[in-house]
């Protein structure tokens, strides 16, 4: 069994296109996030819900808007793709914001 | 504030030979500490975790780590190096827990057979 699952694994799309990335966890945890790494494999948070509040906004462009429909579930859609949005992005989970997180396995986003 | 500093981007070994994977830490509060592996074309993975109980810290496939707040340092460490060990290792700290990781730049370790 998966714990947690992103759809898809690898997306490639244009500049200026509108696209989501699908997180969900069956671990019954309260919080989840998403996380950016770069080609440096630089990782970095961008945002986290608990309890399908947001409780972590880092500095992100607001065409990025992350939607959680329910605890298990943590989409993240962006609109107006631009190049430097090429990373790797990665859901995660915990039980609360203080425990363990568990890391899905990651959406290749390819901008050309 | 906090921040990780990794030395040393990528580290070779030697099969059988000791893994020192070095991490310095920086933080206004007491720190959660972490080491994450990342396998090729995979997700993170939690090897061990800090929280301020003992500073000897022993995780997953025989790594440990000593937290050592004389030299804010939280070195990974293991024996006798493994050919599936090869992988991107990452330091991560938290202040209060694991609501703001913040992550090192990574090491890649490669294992020389």
């Known amino acids: 069994d998966t714990a947690v699952s992103q759809t898809p694994k690898y997306l490639v799309t244009q500049m200026g296109n509108d696209k989501s990335i699908k997180c969900e966890q069956n671990l019954g945890h309260d919080t989840m996030y998403w996380y950016k790494q770069d080609s440096k494999k630089f990782l970095k948070i961008m945002f986290s819900y608990n309890n399908k509040e947001l409780i972590i906004n880092e500095t992100v462009p607001n065409r990025f808007s992350p939607k959680s429909p329910d605890k298990a579930h943590l989409n993240l859609h962006i609109n107006s793709l631009e190049l430097g949005d090429s990373a790797v992005y990665f859901c995660a989970s915990s039980s609360t914001p203080e425990a363990e997180q568990y890391f899905g396995p990651g959406t290749r986003l390819t901008v050309t | 504030a906090q921040s990780v500093t990794q030395l040393g981007s990528h580290v070779s070994v030697s099969e059988g030979a000791l893994v020192l994977l070095r991490c310095n830490y920086s933080?206004?509060?007491?720190?959660?500490l972490f080491w994450y592996v990342q396998y090729p074309n995979q997700g993170l993975q939690l090897l061990l975790k800090y929280t301020s109980a003992a500073t000897l810290v022993k995780g997953i496939n025989g790594f440990e780590a000593e937290f050592k707040k004389s030299e804010t340092s939280f070195h990974l460490t293991k024996p006798s190096a493994h050919m599936s060990d090869a992988a991107e290792y990452f330091c991560a700290v938290s202040p209060f827990g694991n609501e703001k990781l913040t992550f090192g730049t990574g090491t890649r370790l490669t294992i020389i057979p």
């Open positions: 933080s206004s509060v007491p720190p959660y």
